[in-house]
């Protein structure tokens, strides 16, 4: 038997056996279908038609992609949101639509009568701290924009996340950043 050695530096690196003849782009894809299995949570089908779209869109970008930015564009709107960070509306809209997905709706506590639009931020705790409720957790990435990006995936797999989330090179949280 052979004895492997932990390396933070290489979370994967024992994914495959030693003679696994696996290329960068092979590794990227492994990794980003693990990505879209977690944030279609039960829904394989999303998961296969977003890796098609993924695979299209890296085919189009060539070298040099950014794995990133590539999946946070396929689950826009179904598996993920990216809204301007000061979109209330679109904010709410995205995360609305993401967790009809199981039937769920949050209560924004917004008054319909309010004047100013409420805070990003309130929105986004509101939105995690109901969804933790059903298990579920709201996660927030790092966009290097005035931006607000994330997605959803059960609470067990908040550690797998972060494993995945990292090699896919997404400073991701879960929570509000």
């Given at each position: 038997?052979?004895?492997?050695?932990?390396?933070?530096?290489?979370?994967?690196?024992?994914?495959?056996?030693?003679?696994?003849?696996?290329?960068?782009?092979?590794?990227?894809?492994?990794?980003?279908?693990?990505?879209?299995?977690?944030?279609?949570?039960?829904?394989?089908?999303?998961?296969?038609?977003?890796?098609?779209?993924?695979?299209?869109?890296?085919?189009?970008?060539?070298?040099?992609?950014?794995?990133?930015?590539?999946?946070?564009?396929?689950?826009?709107?179904?598996a993920g949101f990216h809204v301007q960070e000061d979109d209330a509306q679109g904010l709410m809209e995205a995360l609305d639509e993401l967790v009809a997905r199981w039937r769920l709706h949050i209560d924004w506590g917004v008054d319909d009568d309010a004047t100013e639009p409420p805070d990003t931020s309130v929105l986004l705790q509101a939105a995690f701290t109901q969804l933790r409720e059903r298990h579920y957790s709201l996660w927030t990435v790092e966009t290097g924009e005035a931006t607000l990006a994330g997605w959803i995936t059960h609470e067990r797999d908040e550690e797998t996340?972060?494993?995945?989330?990292?090699?896919?090179?997404?400073?991701?949280?879960?929570?509000?950043?």
């Open positions: 038997m052979v004895s492997h050695e932990y390396d933070p530096d290489d979370n994967f690196g024992h994914a495959f056996h030693a003679q696994a003849d696996v290329d960068e782009d092979d590794a990227l894809e492994t990794v980003a279908w693990q990505f879209l299995l977690l944030v279609n949570p039960d829904d394989e089908g999303a998961a296969l038609q977003q890796f098609a779209a993924l695979r299209q869109a890296l085919d189009d970008a060539g070298d040099g992609a950014a794995p990133g930015a590539l999946l946070r564009e396929v689950i826009d709107w179904q996340m972060l494993l995945v989330a990292s090699a896919l090179g997404m400073s991701a949280r879960p929570g509000i950043g």
